[in-house]
């Protein structure tokens, strides 16, 4: 590259010069702002030891009951019928077992007493004594219970009855039960939702026919309170499936609560918390082998650390994994693309008081893929690949102050992505490119959290994303550089008149994202330096039969910036006539939706099901320019219908079976002159139709060791349209088996099959030479467990 065009390429990737608020650095300024919430928060540290941390929303007294014997680990009885008890409000914070009950009781008419380690609620009024003394019952029925189930999907705890959207959750245990690996195979198991694990830490998601190729997410991600959006790019980082809390999938336009590209839904992987009270480990090894490829292996650990008890806790996991190869050469070469894995995380809980609490998160993962991703032709052979190296890690500091009925949050966090790949883009063009992309933000969120008619949020929200891009194609360079400065105030508010059946939920949020960008290529020069705005509203309107049973109507809107041409595609396009916007506006759209949630059968079969309609405006889609390049530009949008369905049942304690069904009709509205894109065509990486089902059951082979079995089965439809060209995927159905051995001691030993059918085909749309992300091929391992 010569002397002068290297000079501007650095020019082009050096930060532009920082007004007096950005002249310090982002941590500085955050510093100072974690400096102000110390002040505000040091009244609280001389507050009671805590003990426990609990998050239970107002709701049933006999739900509240439930959560609370799971969240404090402690047996619970009951006297009398607590099911005519009033609601029990909210209890949040850390705090001693006692304090949680006399909070939870309050009002009821209801006392506990301790005694042998068991808790037992009863009437406060003395029983007759000519009349027998009722039994204290087990709340904790013999068969499983899914009713009390607690989300913070709208960033404030509440029931998953009362959230008044389409809600998929996946807790910790049912995803190790099943043998999950990582967050796209929790998504495959998803109503609603599609994914595609494209290898190389590469992962595509779909929410409701809501996906694109480029541009800013279209979905929102979030690893805890850290947000992987806003950053240019519709893809998330590969995150393994161990040690996690729960995996949370809202669906529907999040634009009010979660902001841009909170399209279709979001994410939010949630992962374990440090436990203040007691020392814990587990450690996991395994081996695998993959028929027609090599063999492959994992390590997993995990330590909790009571630093100081009830205090200061830490808890540490780390992972490494070899993924096996088995993707060939057509000269010859040999499962070319095995993955080495790595991911570590740390998060240190501080407890000032039972109502100051603060934890320091790290995050880290590495993937090396020397022979690219999971792309092949039929015959599993491919020419086209690029070895790939992608580092992520996120720090962020969550800190959390309980006010009466309500919370105060400050989140802080940075991210930074590192990709580099290197290889052939196509069998006759070479490519060598670079991303970095940097994501800091910081939000400040205020909440309620009581029984009253009135339930609120309201916060404000800054976040500065910063993606630089370096790629050479057959020699030729391209080089761009995008910042994106966002600020938002957000609210929604619910409503709920005393003794009605009826609520309503309204909220609204005003964004504005400052966009500076610049794109540099061989023969042509981009900028865009633009401010966009947008008001993002939602309503909803819940009818509630009973405690069990909900009904409602939603309506919400979601947005994503505009963007800047790529400048290689720009290049490209010059040379063939082809002329490009140098620019393209932002793309939303409007989703309606009515739904029915329903838990019955004594709390053991949880059913929800919704229907959904959503226009989306100035989709922007790929244009072909030629064998190599592909350009932008927005079209006149697409219409999704669609229907799902989720059901989960748990006959007995041992036994639990879910299913899931969604149909989709997700295409464009007009012609898109330029491309192969007509009206009707289905909208990229969509399938019309999904399935699901897990079984899980145990049975007991002696005092102390139970036989597990787990299964699982994901069908897709053939995804019909691809990147810009092509032939259209095949119909994938992957089944999944595992069989295991556990004993109270704290051992347990697997053996698993994945891809039992040996699934071959297309994942998604194949490219003109044939190429297309693929299943890997059946495969069989053993795993070892210990935990103490």
Not at 720 to 725: A, P, R
Not at 735 to 759: H, I, P, T, V
């Amino acid at each position: 590259m010569p002397a002068a065009v290297a000079a501007t390429v650095r020019h082009c990737m050096r930060p532009p010069a920082p007004a007096w608020w950005t002249e310090l650095s982002g941590w500085r300024r955050r510093g100072g702002l974690a400096l102000l919430w110390l002040g505000f928060c040091l009244s609280a540290w001389a507050a009671p030891s805590p003990r426990v941390a609990f998050r239970i929303p107002a709701q049933p007294l006999d739900e509240a009951l439930l959560s609370f014997s799971q969240q404090a680990g402690l047996p619970l009885a009951a006297v009398g019928d607590l099911g005519g008890a009033r609601r029990s409000p909210g209890v949040s914070g850390v705090m001693t077992v006692e304090a949680a009950l006399e909070r939870l009781l309050e009002g009821s008419g209801y006392a506990f007493s301790v005694e042998g380690g068991v808790i037992t609620v009863s009437p406060r009024a003395p029983v007759r004594a000519e009349q027998p003394a009722p039994q204290p019952i087990a709340l904790v029925a013999p068969t499983r219970t899914l009713a009390p189930l607690v989300v913070s999907a709208r960033k404030r705890d509440e029931r998953w009855m009362d959230v008044p959207m389409g809600l998929s959750v996946h807790e910790g245990e049912r995803i190790e039960a099943l043998g999950l690996q990582n967050a796209t195979d929790v998504l495959r198991l998803t109503p609603g939702v599609a994914a595609v694990d494209a290898g190389a830490a590469f992962t595509q998601v779909q929410i409701r026919g809501i996906s694109s190729s480029l541009g800013g997410n279209d979905n929102g991600y979030y690893l805890d309170d850290i947000p992987f959006t806003g950053v240019t790019v519709p893809w998330h980082p590969d995150t393994r499936a161990f040690d996690l809390e729960r995996v949370e999938v809202l669906k529907g336009p999040q634009g009010t609560l979660f902001g841009e590209g909170s399209m279709g839904g979001t994410v939010r992987i949630l992962t374990r918390a440090p436990e203040l009270d007691r020392f814990s480990a587990a450690v996991q090894m395994g081996a695998s082998s993959t028929e027609g490829g090599a063999d492959g292996g994992m390590g997993k650990a995990m330590a909790n650390l009571p630093l100081v008890p009830d205090r200061l806790g830490l808890r540490l996991v780390a992972t490494r994994e070899t993924l096996a190869g088995w993707v060939d050469t057509p000269d010859g070469g040999r499962d070319i693309n095995p993955q080495r894995v790595t991911t570590r995380r740390a998060r240190l809980r501080w407890s000032a008081s039972d109502t100051w609490m603060t934890d320091f998160s790290h995050i880290g993962s590495t993937t090396l893929a020397d022979g690219g991703g999971y792309a092949a032709t039929d015959v599993l052979q491919t020419n086209a690949y690029q070895d790939t190296r992608s580092r992520w890690r996120a720090n962020s500091i969550n800190s959390s102050l309980e006010l009466p009925a309500s919370r105060l949050l400050l989140v802080v966090s940075d991210a930074r992505l590192e990709y580099v790949i290197d290889g052939m883009l196509t069998p006759t063009s070479t490519l060598l490119g670079t991303l970095d992309i940097d994501v800091d933000s910081t939000e400040l969120r205020w909440s309620s959290h009581g029984a009253g008619p009135l339930e609120w949020i309201v916060g404000y929200s800054h976040r500065e994303a910063l993606r630089r891009d370096a790629l050479f194609v057959d020699g030729e360079y391209a080089v761009a550089r995008q910042s994106n400065r966002a600020d938002a105030l957000f609210g929604e508010l619910t409503l709920t008149p005393r003794d009605s059946a009826w609520s309503t939920t309204a909220g609204l949020r005003y964004f504005t994202d400052e966009v500076n960008g610049t794109a540099l290529s061989s023969t042509r020069d981009t900028r865009l330096r633009s401010t966009f705005h947008r008001l993002t509203p939602r309503m909803s309107v819940n009818r509630r039969f009973s405690d069990q049973r909900t009904v409602y109507a939603s309506v919400a809107g979601g947005f994503r910036s505009g963007q800047l041409q790529p400048a290689d595609s720009q290049a490209a396009a010059l040379a063939a006539g082809i002329t490009l916007p140098s620019t393209l506006p932002p793309d939303s759209l409007v989703s309606y939706e009515i739904g029915l949630k329903q838990i019955t059968a004594g709390g053991r079969l949880l059913v929800q099901g919704a229907a959904f309609h959503t226009r989306w405006h100035d989709l922007p889609v790929r244009v072909p320019i030629d064998g190599t390049h592909n350009g932008l530009i927005n079209s006149n949008g697409a219409i999704v219908r669609g229907m799902e369905l989720g059901l989960s049942y748990a006959p007995a304690a041992q036994l639990r079976l879910e299913l899931g069904a969604t149909w989709l009709d997700a295409h464009y509205a007009a012609d898109v002159p330029g491309t192969p894109l007509r009206r009707g065509t289905q909208i990229y990486n969509v399938p019309r139709t999904s399935l699901s089902g897990t079984a899980t059951y145990a049975w007991p082979v002696g005092p102390d060791m139970n036989l597990t079995a787990a299964s699982r089965a994901s069908y897709h439809s053939r995804r019909q349209t691809g990147l810009v060209e092509g032939d259209e995927g095949d119909a994938i159905l992957d089944l999944g088996l595992r069989l295991g051995l556990e004993s109270a001691r704290g051992w347990s030993s697997y053996l698993y099959a994945d891809n039992l059918l040996d699934e071959q085909g297309a994942v998604d749309g194949r490219a003109p030479y044939g190429n297309a992300t693929r299943l890997r091929p059946r495969s069989y391992g053993m795993e070892l467990h210990y935990r103490f």
